[in-house]
């Protein structure tokens, strides 16, 4: 049996252990990345004058061909023959010379799987991440539709999950947006991180033919190339990124899942999932079960231990390329697809919900106005803790009459400080409440508008 090191050896490997090595079932999602990586490797080695120019063409010629068929014919990756590759770049590697023989044999000169492995990689995520960023910009335009949609029904906001003080359900959804603007950028720190041209690092040392790696990057699309070969040919910090990145997305999608699934449940009530968006039981008939929801949260654990699970593979490991390294591409496209699949789900969730105005504006009162009560006394010149101290005693006598502030009289409301006159009515109310806020990034109206008006600027340009 010919192996790419078959030289070497005396004695075939055991069937097994190559089975066990084999990376080709999943690393064949590189297929196309491998095709343009090695007909950048002709062009470079034919400029070095490493190839003649007929050989050259032929190879050239022959892997477009492997490209076309790859991206057409699923079936071409099970044939017979590529059974035993061992990975995607032998795969290539034997379809080329079953083509084109000699010539053929000639593409790997001067380069090794190492390096390929991490232009492989890295060309791929250059294609997939922009792709990502654009399911992220999904769901924040989902979340912006609802924002806007929300007009100006108020519900609790909640620390502890205890109610805490009124805000716009608008203020609730952007406040989902911004972790996913953030996951957003982080993905665009990676796409910097990964703009890096690996070739010319060959298996450790550098290659001893004279390729001219700027005009390769330049050709690839890299825009700088690695500082060191031992590094380079070793290096997955990109692919930790990749996962750190999708893990923390991961962590907020499964927020926005776990407030949406309270929200929507009969206890809470402020909002309804469509039909499209939520599953029935076998046996309970009243049941609207958030079940997407729910795999969304799941999901996020399995990332998570992704991102993990790598970095405990990549920490012992002495500089340089070892085979450990193969285990990045599993933990990479399973974050990867874990990731695409939850995106699209809290998206179509998201676009399905309606707002049960009344429930959540009538839940934003009451006693979660008790801070409105204490500023009132400090307009009135009464120092905060003093103020603090006042309405605590009132809401204590409030609960254990089962009153709210509206149930108070004038006289009651004086009994309590001499300071309450007969404005402090329209004072306590929700409306009143986000009214007074001042800041940009409250839940004052106005401030709400212009968040959402700055977050539609950015869905346009990022969708
Ligand atoms: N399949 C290998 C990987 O994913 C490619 C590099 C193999 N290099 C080697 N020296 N065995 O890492």
């Given at each position: 049996?010919?192996?790419?090191?078959?030289?070497?050896?005396?004695?075939?490997?055991?069937k097994?252990?190559?089975?066990?090595?084999?990376s080709?079932?999943?690393?064949?999602?590189?297929?196309?990345?491998?095709?343009?990586?090695s007909?950048a490797?002709?062009?470079?080695l034919?400029?070095?004058?490493?190839l003649?120019?007929e050989?050259?063409?032929?190879?050239?010629?022959?892997?477009?061909?492997?490209?076309?068929?790859?991206?057409?014919d699923?079936?071409f990756?099970?044939?017979?023959?590529?059974?035993s590759?061992?990975?995607?770049h032998?795969?290539?590697?034997r379809?080329?010379?079953?083509r084109?023989?000699?010539?053929?044999?000639?593409?790997?000169?001067?380069?090794?799987?190492?390096?390929?492995?991490?232009?492989d990689l890295?060309?791929?995520?250059?294609?997939r991440?922009?792709?990502?960023?654009?399911?992220?910009?999904?769901?924040?335009?989902?979340?912006?539709?609802?924002?806007?949609?929300?007009?100006?029904?108020?519900?609790?906001?909640?620390?502890?999950m205890?109610?805490?003080?009124?805000?716009?359900?608008?203020?609730?959804?952007?406040?989902?947006?911004?972790?996913?603007?953030?996951?957003h950028?982080?993905?665009?720190?990676?796409?910097?991180?990964?703009?890096?041209?690996?070739?010319?690092?060959?298996?450790?040392?550098?290659?001893?033919?004279?390729?001219?790696?700027?005009?390769?990057?330049?050709?690839?699309?890299?825009?700088r190339?690695?500082?060191?070969?031992?590094?380079?040919?070793?290096?997955?910090?990109?692919?930790s990124?990749?996962?750190?990145?999708?893990?923390?997305?991961?962590?907020?999608?499964s927020?926005?899942?776990?407030?949406?699934?309270?929200?929507t449940?009969?206890?809470?009530?402020?909002?309804?999932?469509?039909?499209?968006?939520?599953?029935g039981?076998?046996l309970m008939?009243?049941?609207?079960?958030?079940?997407?929801?729910?795999?969304?949260?799941g999901?996020?654990?399995?990332?998570?231990?992704?991102?993990?699970g790598?970095?405990s593979?990549?920490?012992?490991?002495?500089?340089?390329y070892?085979?450990?390294?193969?285990?990045?591409?599993?933990?990479?496209?399973?974050?990867?697809?874990?990731?695409?699949?939850?995106?699209?789900?809290?998206a179509?969730?998201?676009?399905?919900?309606?707002?049960?105005?009344?429930?959540?504006?009538?839940?934003?009162?009451?006693?979660?106005?008790?801070?409105?009560?204490?500023?009132y006394?400090?307009?009135k010149?009464?120092?905060?803790?003093?103020?603090?101290?006042?309405?605590?005693?009132?809401?204590?006598?409030?609960?254990?009459?089962?009153k709210?502030?509206?149930?108070?009289?004038?006289?009651?409301?004086?009994?309590?400080?001499?300071?309450?006159g007969?404005?402090?009515?329209?004072?306590?109310?929700?409306?009143?409440?986000?009214?007074?806020?001042?800041?940009?990034?409250?839940?004052?109206?106005?401030?709400?508008?212009?968040?959402?008006?700055?977050?539609?600027?950015?869905?346009?340009?990022?969708?």
């Open positions: 049996m010919v192996h790419l090191w078959s030289g070497r050896f005396d004695g075939d490997p055991d097994a252990l190559m089975d066990f090595g084999a080709f079932g999943f690393d064949r999602r590189l297929f196309e990345d491998d095709v343009t990586g007909l490797w002709v062009e470079a034919t400029l070095a004058g490493v003649t120019a050989d050259s063409a032929a190879i050239a010629t022959a892997l477009v061909e492997i490209r076309a068929r790859g991206t057409s699923p079936s990756f099970s044939s017979p023959e590529a059974a590759d061992e990975d995607v032998s795969f290539v590697e379809e080329l010379v079953a084109i023989g000699e010539a053929g044999r000639r593409l790997h000169t001067g380069r090794s799987r190492n390096e390929q492995v991490a232009v890295r060309l791929y995520l250059k294609r991440v922009p792709a990502m960023q654009r399911t992220i910009a999904r769901v924040v335009g989902a979340l912006l539709d609802r924002a806007e949609a929300a007009g100006d029904a108020l519900m609790p906001s909640y620390t502890h205890r109610r805490a003080q009124p805000i716009l359900v608008s203020h609730f959804f952007l406040a989902h947006v911004a972790p996913l603007r953030r996951d950028q982080r993905f665009a720190v990676l796409l910097d991180e990964i703009d890096e041209l690996p070739l010319g690092s060959g298996a450790i040392a550098g290659t001893s033919y004279g390729i001219d790696v700027h005009a390769l990057a330049t050709n690839l699309g890299f825009s190339i690695v500082a060191n070969s031992v590094d380079a040919t070793g290096d997955r910090d990109f692919v990124t990749f996962l750190h990145a999708a893990a923390v997305t991961m962590v907020h999608l927020r926005i899942a776990e407030d949406l699934i309270l929200f449940s009969e206890e809470f009530g402020f909002l309804d999932l469509s039909d499209a968006s939520a599953t039981s076998s008939p009243q049941k609207k079960n958030p079940d997407p929801l729910e795999l969304v949260r999901k996020s654990g399995r990332v998570i231990g992704r991102l993990a790598w970095l593979t990549m920490k012992g490991l002495p500089i340089g070892s085979k450990d390294l193969q285990e990045d591409k599993e933990a990479l496209f399973d974050a990867e697809d874990s990731l695409r699949g939850s995106l699209e789900a809290v179509s969730v998201v676009s399905g919900l309606s707002i049960t105005a009344t429930v959540s504006t009538g839940a934003a009162s009451g006693l979660l106005l008790a801070t409105d009560v204490a500023d006394l400090v307009a010149g009464l120092p905060f803790r003093d103020a603090h101290e006042v309405v605590g005693a009132l809401v204590r006598r409030l609960i254990a009459e089962g709210s502030f509206d149930d108070l009289t004038a006289s009651e409301w004086t009994s309590h400080s001499e300071l309450f007969a404005d402090i009515k329209e004072w306590v109310t929700p409306a009143a409440s986000v009214g007074r806020k001042r800041t940009p990034q409250s839940t004052r109206p106005d401030a709400v508008i212009a968040a959402l008006t700055e977050a539609r600027r950015w869905f346009a340009t990022n969708a």
